[in-house]
């Protein structure tokens, strides 16, 4: 079943989008924001629903650059994955996907290598019901409902086991979601989870916010919405605890840094100079 929201009211005239009408047959809370709603406003499009837009909308009155962090994140995986893809890699596993938007891995691997194999894996219904709905007719590619925090149901999940093979190299992709894990040493070992069954020549691909020029008020302002949230909380890291999630891995040129930085193409544009926070992120070979 194809669910479009291309024709559906704008978000911004408060009116109901077409998910908001059909949402009760997918057992979906439409009163609690979800973090991948959230996103897929400051990416600025319409699969979400009132919840989600106020709620982000809190979080542009507190970090006013919060579309621009969102728009280099999803910058940064399509030139991480056209990369890794041109440099061999034919297996792509993305831990909490989102919504579908232009350039998802599939199309961006796909493009370099048609062999290549994808699973994303989230645990929002309705992120679930439109990527099972994009990759109807694309074998090569599939999607999970899956935790994050349970890599080990992930990672033995029949359709990870069938559609990957874990003894060639993978690319694992946690973007913009280890700050929703709020306790270090929890994030770490989930990272960890994930990291162990990969097979030499694999890479981590990972981002994460940062404090930036934020002030503590607006850190803790930040976080009382997030705990409103699907996701339960957000902290954000340094750029030492971010390194962290690469240690023992070969990080690639040109390292950790904040993500428009990050290899960029067509002189891609610096921060616009609004303030807020930030996010970082990296490539790490396994070797």
């Given amino acids: 079943m194809v669910i479009a929201s291309s024709g559906g009211p704008d978000p911004s005239d408060g009116g109901q989008s077409v998910h908001e009408e059909l949402a009760p047959a997918w057992v979906v809370d439409p009163g ?5 709603r959230m996103y897929d406003y400051y990416l600025g499009s319409k699969d979400n629903f009132a919840a989600d837009r ?18 280099a994140n999803r910058a940064f995986l399509v030139r991480a994955v056209r990369h890794l893809a041109r440099s061999g890699i034919r297996q792509f596993l993305d831990i909490g996907t989102g ?28 992120v679930l019901v439109h990527a099972r709905a994009l990759l109807a007719d694309n074998p090569r590619s599939i999607v999970i409902d899956g935790d994050m925090r349970k890599p080990e149901s992930i990672l033995g999940h029949p359709g990870v086991r069938t559609h990957l093979d874990l003894a060639r190299p993978v690319a694992l992709i ?21 990291r162990e069954p990969l097979a030499p020549g694999s890479h981590l691909v990972v981002s994460h916010i940062t404090q930036g ?11 009382d ?16 605890q971010v390194r962290g999630f690469l240690d023992g891995l070969h990080v ?30 990296g490539v790490g070979l396994v070797t």
Wanted: hydrophobic share 40%; proline share 9%.
């Fill in 32 to 36: 609690t924001p979800s973090v991948a």
């Fill in 225 to 240: 919405v997030y705990t409103t949230t699907t996701a339960g909380g957000i902290v954000p890291r340094t750029a030492a």
């Fill in 213 to 223: 020029d934020l002030d503590e008020d607006a850190v803790r302002r930040g976080r």
């Fill in 174 to 194: 946690m973007l913009a979601v280890l700050h929703f894990v709020t306790d270090d040493a929890e994030a770490a070992r989930l990272v960890g989870a994930f």
């Fill in 99 to 126: 919504l579908p938007t232009q350039e998802n891995v599939h199309q961006v691997a796909q493009a370099e290598a048609p062999e290549s194999r994808v699973v994303y894996v989230d645990n929002d219904p309705i």
């Fill in 54 to 71: 106020q709620a982000a909308e809190k979080i542009i009155s507190i970090l006013p650059n919060a579309r621009e962090v969102a728009r």
């Fill in 252 to 281: 690639l040129e040109p390292g950790v840094v904040p993500l428009h930085r990050w290899r960029p193409e067509n002189a891609e544009p610096e921060w616009n100079g609004v303030p807020g926070g930030d996010i970082l992120g």
